[in-house]
C-alpha cells in the first residue's frame, strides 16, 4: 500500500484527489476495497480508492477507514 | 401540500447510504397512501474534519405531496429511528413548499453549510426564526443529521444547484436522439452547455454513455458536450485517468 500512510492517527491517501492510476492500483491491492453507491462515485474506475465506500473524503484528498496499510 | 423532504447523518461505512434511505422511505410513505416523491437532489456540503460527516457530507432532498402532513411526518419520524444505521446521528426536515413563504434566510443557512462548519444551535435558531411551515427533528445518536437535513431542504427551496440522484442508461435500441426526443423520454426541462450556457437549438445527439441529471435554475438540466463533433449527454463520471503503471 505504497500510497497510504499515517497521519496523526489516521490511514490518509497520498495522491489527493487527482491520482488515479495510483488510486486504482491501491484498489486493486486491497482486500477491504467496496464499492460505494452510484451517487457517489467519483472516478470511472471499477475498483479504485476514489469509489470505495470506506474513503473518507477530507480538504486535500481522502483517508481509508479500513486502516489498510495495516492489514 | 407540497413539501421538501430532507434527511441526513442517515448512515455508517456499511449500510446504504442516505439518498437510498429516503427513497426506500418514501417508497413505503407512498405504499401507504401518506405522500408521492418527486425526484432527489444532492447537495454536497462542507468538507471539514470538524464535521462528523460519514464520509462524504452530502444531503439528499426530494420534493412529496401528501394530503396528511402529521401523519406523513410522524411516519418519517418512526422510519428513521427503525432503519438509519447504527452510530449514525440522523435528522430530518419537512418544509412546506409554497410560493407565499419567503426562504431567504433558509437559504442562506444552507449556503453557509457548503462554506463553513455550523452547529445544531444555529440550525435550529434558523428553523425557528422561520416559524410554522417547517418540521426539523434528531433522531438518534448526536442528532447533529438536523444541519445537513435543514440546509438541504433549503438548498432544495432556493433552487439551488445539486446532481440529481441516480442516472440515466442509454436505451440499446434507439440511436436517433435529438435534444427534444431526449427530453421528451427523460423528462430534462433544460440543456446546457458545460460552461452553463443555454441550448436551445434542437441538436443531433448521441447517447452512449450513461449521463446524470442536474438540478440547476429550478429545472432539471442535462449538460451537453461535443466530441469529435458530435453533441451528446455529458457521460456520468467526470474524472479520467491516464493509467501510467
Known sequence: MKYLTQSNGKTVFTGGKSSFAEAAYTAENCPSFSEDCEDELFCDDAVSCYNCRYRRWNAVGFECVKRCLNE | MNLFVCIDDTD?????????????MMGEAA???????????????????DIPYTSHNSSMCCTAETEDLSAFTVFCEKYLEENSADGS???LCILTDSPSLDYS????????AQNEVLTKD??????????SGLHLSEHGGTGGGIIGALAGAALRAGREEGRIKGKL??????TDWTLSSFAAV?????????????????????????????????RITSVIIKENGTY??????????????
Not at chain 2, 31 to 48: C, D, E, N, S
Not at chain 2, 122 to 131: I, N, P, R, S
Request: aromatic share 10%.
Open chain 2, 12 to 24: 455508517n461505512f456499511d449500510s446504504i447510504g442516505t439518498g437510498e434511505l429516503l427513497e426506500n
Open chain 2, 31 to 49: 405504499v401507504r397512501g401518506l405522500a408521492k416523491a418527486g425526484f432527489t437532489v444532492r447537495y454536497q456540503l462542507f468538507i471539514h474534519e
Open chain 2, 89 to 91: 446521528d440522523p435528522g
Open chain 2, 105 to 112: 434566510a433558509l437559504i442562506s443557512f444552507g449556503k453557509r
Open chain 2, 122 to 131: 444555529d440550525a435550529y435558531k434558523t428553523a425557528a426564526e422561520f416559524g
Open chain 2, 169 to 174: 442508461q442509454p436505451l440499446p435500441n434507439k
Open chain 2, 186 to 218: 427523460y423528462g430534462v426541462e433544460r440543456f446546457t452547455d458545460e460552461n452553463g450556457s443555454e441550448i436551445t437549438d434542437d441538436l443531433p445527439l448521441k447517447f452512449v454513455h450513461p449521463t446524470k441529471l442536474l438540478y440547476s435554475c429550478g
Open chain 2, 232 to 245: 451528446m449527454p455529458k457521460p456520468k463520471i467526470k474524472k479520467n485517468k491516464e493509467k501510467n503503471q
